[in-house]
């Protein structure tokens, strides 16, 4: 069964440094999104992205972040100038572009911790 | 009032039990909803849709009533392998793209 990969599943970073999470929808889909859950908490909407460019973004999705499709199979997530508070789980979703199916798909997600 | 609400729990159950857990949402305009299963420190993993008219799959069965925004999940003849916690989740319409989950609710089963 076709299934979302993510790396690394684990980041430590020092404060202030650039980072990339780096995810791999399952292939004929078309719909792709971020999300991040704090330790503890809810699982939160980061941005979804479609046709290239971003559909949707949340208050958490400020200038720091940002999204990219480089090549026909990668999609990334790219942290500016990490802070303590973006310790979290980050996941990468997709989705099939079919009208009706809403379905979204979960990669392994990869851990950030920012010291 | 959050957008998706439900009990924390946790539900501690004997194997062979039947539980029930319950969810609700705030927008009206609400799609799709769905369950979602999360086990300690992974992702979370679609369980199924919920359908107006209700749906089964195996010993788990999903209902939804769009008048009292609510959304419930039944599992039959509770397993081990059950013990998770269950993410309410709903999209709204509009935005076609983001999924609104709740906190959760954690469900322990026991020999």
């Known amino acids: 069964e076709p299934e979302v990969t993510q790396t690394p599943s684990h980041q430590v970073t020092q404060m202030g440094q650039e980072v990339i999470l780096r995810c791999v929808p399952i292939?004929?889909?078309?719909?792709f999104y971020w999300y991040r859950q704090i330790l503890g908490q809810k699982v939160e909407f980061l941005v979804s992205?479609?046709?290239?460019?971003?559909?949707?973004k949340s208050e958490i999705f400020d200038d720091q972040f940002s999204v990219e499709r480089p090549d026909g199979s990668n999609f990334t997530l790219k942290i500016r100038s990490t802070k303590l508070e973006d310790s979290a789980m980050y996941f990468c979703a997709s989705r099939r572009r079919d009208r009706g199916f809403f379905e979204q798909y979960f990669g392994p997600g990869t851990r950030l911790t920012v010291t | 009032r959050k957008e998706v609400e439900q009990d924390p729990g946790p539900f501690n159950v004997p194997e062979g039990a039947t539980v029930a857990f319950n969810c609700t949402y705030s927008?009206?305009?609400?799609?799709?909803f769905f369950w979602y299963r999360q086990d300690c420190r992974k992702e979370p993993k679609l369980l199924m849709s919920v359908y107006s008219s209700g749906n089964e799959d195996g010993r788990f069965t999903a209902q939804l009533n769009r008048a009292s925004q609510y959304i419930s999940l039944l599992i039959r003849d509770s397993k081990l392998s059950d013990s998770a916690t269950y993410l309410c989740?709903?999209?709204?319409?509009?935005?076609?793209?983001?999924?609104?989950f709740g906190t959760g609710t954690r469900l322990q089963v026991t020999l």
């Open positions: 989740v709903v999209l709204n319409t509009g935005t076609a793209s983001k999924l609104t």
């Open positions: 992205f479609y046709n290239n460019e971003i559909s949707e």
């Open positions: 927008n009206s305009a609400s799609q799709s």
């Open positions: 292939s004929n889909h078309l719909y």
